[in-house]
C-alpha cells in the first residue's frame, strides 16, 4: 500500500468515527446503522446492550435515545493500524447525559474498533465500549429549553403527531422490528377480523383469560369471543359476578395471574416500548408478568416515535376520550393514576404484540 492510500485511509476512517457520534447526536438511528457492516456489532457492557446487524443497531439506537433527557457525546481521535482491507482502532470519548427518569452524569470511555473496507467506503465491523471514568454526580447545567422548542438543544423540534390516524405500512414494519429486538414477538395484521382469527390459535381451549378493559376489544368483538363464546376460562364474567366488598382478596387474585391477559395499549413507540394506563390498575399485574401469556392488539394510529410521544398521547387523546366514555358510563370521570411501560420481554415466547394496519379503539 502506498503512502497516499494509507492516508486516505486513515482520513476516511476518521471521517467515520466522527460521523458516528454526529449521527448520535442528530439522533439519526438509519445513518448510525449505515456505519456498520450488515453483520457488524455495536458492544456497551457497561449499559449493558448488545447489538448485532444493522437492524439491532438501529433499534437499539432508538429505544437508549428515547431514554434520554439530553446527551451530548465528545470524540477525540485515537490510533489506527492499517492491516490491506481491515484496520483496528481507538477512539477516546467524554459524554454527558441525563435520563428521562433523572440518571445523570459524566463519563470518559474508550471504543475498542474494528473497520473493513467496504464497496460503501470503510465501515465499522466492531465496536466495542469501555468505560474509564464515571461521575454519577448531580449534573450542574441543564439543556437549553426555548418556550416552543425541544428539550434537547441536539434534538429537532417534535414534529405534530396525528393520534388518530394510522401509521405507514414502513412505520408499522419498524414497530415490529423493534419489538422483536426487545424479546416480544410482533405481527402485522390486515384488520380486527384477522386479529380474532389470530386470538383462537394464539389461545388454548379451556385457558383462564383476563381482557383488559379495551375500546379495542370491544369493537373489534374480541371482548365478546372471549368472555361469552364458552370457548375459555373467562376471567372478567367471574369477576363481575363478586361482590366487592366481601371478595376483593379473591378478585385480586383471580386478575393477577391468569394463563393469558388478552388487551390492548395506549400507545406503542417505534423504539419497542408499549405503554398501557389504568384509572385503579387492577389489569396491570397480569400485563406487566403476572399472566403467564400476553396478547396485546395495537391499532395503527397507537404507533408514536418515542416515549415522551406515547406519554403525550396517553394524556392528550386517549384520557379525553376515555373520560367521556366513563362519564356516560358510570357517571364518574376517568383518570390516570397507572403507568405501565414495557420496554422488553424477558420470557421467550411469553409476549405477542398483534399490529394492525387499521386503526380501532383510542
Not at 456505519?35 to 444493522?54: H, K
Not at 425541544?150 to 434534538?155: C, G, K, L
Request: avoid cysteine.
Amino acid at each position: 500500500m502506498n503512502d497516499f492510500q494509507a492516508i486516505a485511509d486513515r482520513v476516511e476512517i476518521e471521517a467515520l468515527r466522527g460521523e458516528f457520534t454526529d449521527a448520535v447526536m442528530m439522533r439519526d438511528r438509519p445513518r448510525l446503522a449505515s456505519l456498520f457492516t450488515p453483520d457488524g456489532a455495536l458492544r456497551m457492557p457497561n449499559v449493558p446492550a448488545e447489538q448485532i446487524g444493522r437492524e439491532e443497531i438501529r433499534a437499539g439506537g432508538e429505544r437508549l435515545q428515547s431514554l434520554w433527557d439530553f446527551f451530548v457525546q465528545n470524540t477525540h481521535p485515537g490510533t489506527i493500524l492499517l492491516d490491506g482491507d481491515t484496520a483496528t482502532g481507538r477512539a477516546y470519548i467524554q459524554e454527558l447525559a441525563r435520563t428521562l427518569d433523572g440518571r445523570q452524569g459524566l463519563n470518559y470511555a474508550v471504543y475498542h474498533d474494528r473497520y473493513q473496507r467496504t464497496a460503501e467506503g470503510w465501515k465499522f465491523s466492531e465496536r466495542v465500549y469501555e468505560v474509564r471514568y464515571l461521575d454519577t454526580s448531580p449534573l450542574a447545567g441543564t439543556a437549553p429549553r426555548s418556550e416552543t422548542g425541544p428539550a434537547d438543544a441536539t434534538a429537532a423540534p417534535a414534529p405534530d403527531v396525528s393520534f388518530a390516524d394510522p401509521v405507514s405500512a414502513e412505520r408499522l414494519e419498524r414497530v415490529a422490528a423493534a419489538l422483536r429486538a426487545g424479546g416480544f414477538t410482533a405481527e402485522i395484521l390486515d384488520d380486527v377480523s384477522a386479529a380474532r382469527s389470530r386470538i383462537k390459535e394464539l389461545v388454548p381451549e379451556g385457558a383462564s383469560v383476563l381482557t383488559g378493559a379495551s375500546e379495542t376489544l370491544r369493537l373489534s368483538g374480541i371482548d365478546e369471543d372471549i368472555n361469552t363464546g364458552g370457548r375459555y376460562d373467562a376471567i372478567r364474567p367471574r369477576v363481575l359476578a363478586i361482590d366487592r366488598a366481601t371478595g376483593a382478596d379473591e378478585i385480586r387474585r383471580l386478575v393477577a395471574g391468569p394463563d393469558f391477559v388478552v388487551n390492548s395499549v395506549a400507545a406503542v413507540t417505534e423504539t419497542g416500548s408499549l405503554v398501557l394506563a389504568s384509572g385503579s390498575g387492577s389489569q396491570l399485574p397480569a400485563n406487566a408478568g403476572g399472566a403467564a401469556n400476553a396478547v396485546w392488539i395495537v391499532g395503527a394510529q397507537k404507533v408514536v416515535p418515542d416515549l415522551s410521544t406515547a406519554l403525550r398521547r396517553v394524556e392528550e387523546h386517549a384520557l379525553p376520550l376515555e373520560n367521556a366514555r366513563a362519564q356516560a358510563a358510570y357517571g364518574m370521570p376517568s383518570a390516570v393514576n397507572r403507568l405501565l411501560i414495557l420496554n422488553a420481554e424477558t420470557r421467550p415466547g411469553r409476549g405477542t404484540v398483534l399490529l394492525l394496519r387499521e386503526a380501532i379503539g383510542y
